[in-house]
């Protein structure tokens, strides 16, 4: 019998983790639909153009409802990019995480990420024009969320110079921040030359092999 | 007598050239008025924020006036796009065109790049972000005033290529394309970490050595 295969102190556990009532489920599900609204409208005409007054029709709901939920327009944006950054660490990790050549893995997670992001293009076309014009505290906000995935590749990278493949003297920073900046450029091919997967796999590939190619210690 | 080594021809020929009544002359300077408004313009706000009522203003004129030289913001845009991209052009040729090898070449021309663009650096940052977020149509033409900058890093790296310091099977295009998207994105360090010529100098110098190590032939 499966079922009893949960022992006492697991349902303990369950019990003591907080509930939602039905209120704040409510509030849950409002500002997720005012994320999913201004996430569509960001896309559509990009950061300053969207305002709340429209995001709060594609939602729905009075702007007094998403403001309720979020300070301001920047804030909302925040989020927005926050949970995109998640999503796309998550899918570079998954698919980075096999073993093997860290050019492969590099380019497996990169190349899953471009996955991911063609299918909101847009929005990725905002996000990345917003952190060229933003006000220093945004950037540094913003920027929190992008560490993650730079320390992602550095740690690929770290991982490449501990099993021996990549040359001890490896400069890690500069190297994984190239990379990354490589992989953010290659969305503009996506946007104006319609690149889809089929053109931006082999071409990170290239890259990645003409970056790394120097960086691989000597067999 | 110096003056009279100028021949006949020669100021029959310089007669020639048009020139402009006062009418014309004032119509030019008028547009020059306008597109330095507009450039301040948007440095300060971005494209989104900044309106021809307010570059206008700026100006000192009429929006009527402003309208009477540029079809729309868009077009007033693209003509401060143009003429950055051309100045920037000039002072990376101009700082490359030294004998030497490829790396100092294209190191000493996109330092001048960088020294030429730091003077205004929130205009750069607004032109980078509008290219991630514009109209096809618009990004077609903001390419053509790009793309002979890519060009001349690809002649740069031609003349390695010619004269036996980098490999003969070069894949010139993907490293042109590198090294122009690379340069770009070292702006963030500018307008997010104060970076300053000091830092970018010897970073971009790094990363050329870094992505060009794999390219050079075989001594």
């Not at 796999?201 to 210690?217: G, M, W």
Request: proline share 3%; aromatic share 8%.
């Amino acid at each position: 019998m499966r079922e009893s295969s949960q022992s006492a102190p697991a349902v303990a556990e369950a019990e003591a983790q907080p509930r939602l009532n039905r209120r704040q489920a409510a509030k849950v599900r409002t500002r997720q639909k005012v994320l999913d609204a201004a996430r569509t409208l960001f896309a559509e005409r990009g950061y300053d153009a969207a305002t709340i007054r429209d995001i709060a029709k594609g939602a729905g709901m009075s702007t007094g409802a998403v403001f309720a939920n979020f300070q301001d327009k920047a804030e909302l944006f925040e989020a927005v990019f926050s949970e995109e950054m998640e999503g796309l660490l998550a899918d570079i990790r998954t698919a980075a995480a096999a073993e093997g050549r860290v050019l492969d893995r590099l380019s497996n997670g990169l190349t899953a990420g471009y996955h991911r992001s063609l299918d909101h293009l847009p929005l990725m076309q905002a996000m990345v024009a917003r952190s060229w014009f933003q006000p220093e505290d945004a950037d540094l906000r913003s920027r929190a969320f992008v560490r993650p995935l730079v320390e992602a590749v550095a740690e690929l990278l770290q991982a490449g110079v501990r099993e021996g493949e990549l040359r001890q003297d490896v400069d890690l920073p500069l190297l994984a921040r190239l990379i990354w900046d490589v992989f953010i450029s290659n969305f503009r091919f996506a946007a104006y030359d319609n690149w889809g997967i089929e053109e931006l796999t082999p071409h990170i590939r290239k890259q990645l092999e003409l970056i790394l190619s120097s960086q691989l210690a000597r067999q």
